[in-house]
């Protein structure tokens, strides 16, 4: 595990993978990039939620398959509400999670979604593929289109939970824009199926996240499918 300095405006990269030539590599990647760097390093998911408490990151890359601690049960050890809590009183910025995967479309993914990583990477993803979503993430955006998202969800069955009283007081045009974002379709898709415009529909999706205390559309796409509210 190490931990190096960052200039104040880099997003601040932490690197969690077992295999050290693979982390070597994907770190050099990344100190190449334009207002970013790698600032800790970590070769188990036990020290990756160990440098997230001390340094708060940015952005975690996170490795699905490791020993000690894998990459989804510490995604969902980060994203823990006491640790949450902990971050937000000091003041840190949001932490976002990236999973890396060999397997497009892995159920481990799907999981780690769940706990509240912003999508996934495939281990042979090109360095600009690696810089572009590294900054998608530090903007609250997923890594992966929506539509993909919701496919990753759709063919992870979970039982679903009650229908919780935050979704129930949601207006009707909440609720029609929550099913649309939840397909997978973008603010210009949702606005035609809407009758609204673009604007109109980034209103309607921030008073969503509000009101069920959700982070991103990542989130709702996740939320949709726990509950059983998506077709």
């Known amino acids: 595990m190490t931990h190096v300095p960052a200039a104040p405006a880099d997003i601040r990269v932490v690197l969690v993978d077992d295999q050290d030539l693979f982390r070597e590599g994907v770190r050099v990647i990344v100190d190449a ?30 490795d699905i398959r490791m020993p000690e601690l894998d990459g989804v049960e510490a995604t969902r050890q980060i994203f823990a509400p006491d640790r949450v809590a902990r971050r937000a009183a000091a003041g840190a910025s949001p932490v976002r999670v990236v999973v890396l995967t060999t397997f497009n479309l892995d159920d481990r993914a799907a999981t780690a979604i769940r706990h509240g990583a912003s999508g996934f990477l495939l281990k042979d993803t090109t360095p600009v593929q690696l810089r572009d979503a590294i900054r998608t993430v530090h903007a609250g955006n997923a890594v992966l289109a929506p539509g993909d998202l919701t496919a990753l969800m759709a063919g992870s069955f979970v039982a679903p939970a009650p229908t919780p009283a935050a979704y129930l007081g949601l207006t009707d045009k909440e609720r029609e824009v929550f099913a649309a974002v ?50």
């Open 33 to 62: 990039q334009e207002g970013m760097s790698v600032v800790g390093t970590a070769g188990d998911g036990v020290q990756a939620v160990r440098l997230v408490d001390e340094l708060t990151p940015d952005v975690v890359l996170m």
């Open 182 to 231: 939840a397909r997978g379709l973008s603010n210009t898709e949702v606005g035609a199926l809407v009758f609204a415009s673009e604007s109109t529909v980034k209103t309607h999706v921030g008073a969503i996240l509000r009101k069920l205390s959700l982070r991103d559309r990542v989130q709702i796409v996740v939320y949709a499918h726990e509950h059983g509210l998506v077709a």
